[in-house]
């Protein structure tokens, strides 16, 4: 079975932190995605990425970076933390070239900021 | 603009009782595929069953089905014989193939199966 782990369940952090979430997949899937998700909102994408050192902005890319220096990790840094980055943060993987292979997730990061 | 919508933002049903969750997409492309993830309130996300845009007969994956009509732009999701454990929220969600894997989600459905 696909294996992505995130590196914490629940993380608490102070206003203009520089905080990083890790994300490592054991699968060799080209394609890594991070999500915010928000009540009513659904989940927004942030960044992905399809191979190493390449990223691209999802929808809500501000305030956020990603670094992708090996295939199996996605790093999702905030750079200065703000209270409105309060969320639950989830982190997916996929193959590049079969469609109808879904992402498969993480189980979740749900960060506070004070 | 390509969305997906999900306009049932809470129902109940009866245990042993048949549920559709309501989903409609907007995109002009083609060529997509349609997933539905179930997320209990533990937090992880469990994919479910996926439609191709293409795909000419209705996906099943044991007591889920998906109501695919392509003209109506509807991928609705029917659980059969609800259980105690299918209470969680579930997501529908579009990935353009044009766009490199990334997925579309819609706001969710929080599904309460009563006893």
């Known amino acids: 079975d696909v294996k992505v782990t995130q590196s914490s369940r629940y993380l608490v952090k102070r206003t203009g932190e520089k905080v990083f979430l890790e994300c490592v997949q054991d699968?060799?899937?080209?394609?890594m995605f991070w999500y915010r998700q928000d009540p009513g909102l659904g989940l927004r994408l942030i960044y992905f990425?399809?191979?190493?050192?390449?990223?691209e902005k999802g929808d809500i890319p501000e305030g956020y970076s990603v670094s992708r220096e090996k295939k199996e990790r996605f790093s999702l840094i905030l750079e200065s933390a703000s209270t409105n980055q309060t969320s639950m943060y989830l982190c997916?993987?996929?193959?590049?070239?079969?469609?109808?292979?879904?992402?498969?997730f993480g189980d979740g990061t749900r960060l506070s900021i004070l | 603009a390509q969305k997906i919508t999900q306009t049932q933002p809470g129902m109940f049903v009866q245990e042993k009782e048949a549920v559709t969750l309501d989903c409609t997409y907007d995109?002009?492309?083609?060529?997509?595929?349609l997933f539905w993830y179930k997320q209990p309130s533990s937090g992880e996300m469990i994919f479910l069953i996926y439609?191709?845009?293409?795909?000419?007969q209705n996906a099943t994956e044991g007591r889920y089905s998906l109501n695919f009509q392509k003209a109506r732009k509807s991928a609705n999701l029917v659980i059969s014989a609800s259980q105690l454990g299918d209470s969680a929220m579930y997501f529908c969600?579009?990935?353009?193939?044009?766009?490199?894997?990334?997925?579309?989600f819609g706001q969710g459905t929080e599904l309460s199966v009563k006893p």
């Open positions: 997916a993987s996929s193959p590049f070239s079969q469609r109808d292979q879904p992402q498969h």
């Open positions: 699968m060799d899937h080209e394609n």
């Open positions: 990425s399809y191979d190493v050192k390449m990223k």
């Open positions: 995109t002009s492309d083609p060529s997509y595929g």
């Open positions: 439609q191709g845009s293409y795909d000419q």
């Open positions: 969600a579009m990935r353009p193939y044009n766009q490199g894997g990334k997925l579309i």
